[in-house]
C-alpha cells in the first residue's frame, strides 16, 4: 500500500470515529438510548430524530462559522 492510501485510509478511519462519537453524544443528548453495535430496537422516529438533529448541529455551526468570518 502506498503512503498516500495509508493516509488515505487513516483519516476515513479518524473521521468515522469522530461521527460516531458526534452520533453518540447527540443520541445522549436527546434521550436516544444509542448503543455501540446493532440498534435494531429502536424506532425509526428515535433513528432519525438523532440524524436529523445532527444534521441540525453540523448548519448551525457551520453557519456560526460563516458569519464570523472564519
Same mark, same amino acid.
Given at each position: 500500500m502506498s503512503n498516500s492510501s495509508s493516509n488515505s485510509s487513516k483519516t476515513k478511519k479518524e473521521a468515522q470515529s469522530a461521527l460516531d462519537r458526534?452520533?453518540?453524544e447527540v443520541a445522549? &443528548?436527546?434521550g436516544?438510548? /444509542?448503543k455501540e453495535g446493532y440498534n435494531g430496537? /429502536?424506532?425509526s422516529a428515535e433513528a432519525g430524530s438523532v440524524g436529523g438533529n445532527m444534521v441540525k448541529?453540523?448548519?448551525r455551526k457551520?453557519? &456560526?462559522q460563516m458569519?464570523?468570518?472564519n
Amino acid at each position: 500500500m502506498s503512503n498516500s492510501s495509508s493516509n488515505s485510509s487513516k483519516t476515513k478511519k479518524e473521521a468515522q470515529s469522530a461521527l460516531d462519537r458526534f452520533k453518540m453524544e447527540v443520541a445522549s &443528548e436527546i434521550g436516544v438510548n /444509542l448503543k455501540e453495535g446493532y440498534n435494531g430496537d /429502536l424506532t425509526s422516529a428515535e433513528a432519525g430524530s438523532v440524524g436529523g438533529n445532527m444534521v441540525k448541529k453540523m448548519i448551525r455551526k457551520q453557519e &456560526e462559522q460563516m458569519s464570523s468570518g472564519n
